[in-house]
């Protein structure tokens, strides 16, 4: 079964930290570019970072730029994203996503049920 689980979500002070995690199994993990988005009560989903088939190029959204550290550990099939100097406005359902092409910002084949960031000022 094809599958990405999301943890790590919680709550966090602004200029705090936090180091969700996704976990891959069912497909061939090294494969696929990965990614994570977020999505914010009543705005749309948006892409926050992506990482290539073998971690060597990194893209990010400009509002993480400099804060955010997308990772990739492919022996345990794993995508990680540290989160540092926290917003209240990072608040949001982040999600992982995987994709067979190389293009970080999708289109994507595989998803994550998503796990929660809450940042409180």
């Known amino acids: 079964q094809v599958q990405l689980v999301e943890s790590g979500g919680r709550f966090a002070q602004a200029g705090g930290s936090l180091r969700p995690s996704c976990v891959a199994s069912g497909y061939s993990f090294s494969s696929y570019t990965m990614a994570w988005l977020r999505q914010a009560p009543g705005k749309e989903r948006e892409f926050v970072a992506g990482i290539s088939r073998t971690g060597g190029s990194t893209g990010y959204a400009d509002p993480v730029k400099g804060r955010f550290t997308i990772s990739r550990n492919n022996a345990k099939n794993t995508v990680y994203l540290q989160m540092n100097s926290l917003k209240p406005e990072d608040t949001a359902a982040y999600y992982c996503?995987?994709?067979?092409?190389?293009?970080?910002?999708?289109?994507?084949?595989?998803w994550g049920q998503g796990t929660q960031v809450t940042v409180s000022s």
């Open positions: 996503a995987g994709g067979t092409r190389a293009t970080m910002r999708g289109p994507y084949n595989i």
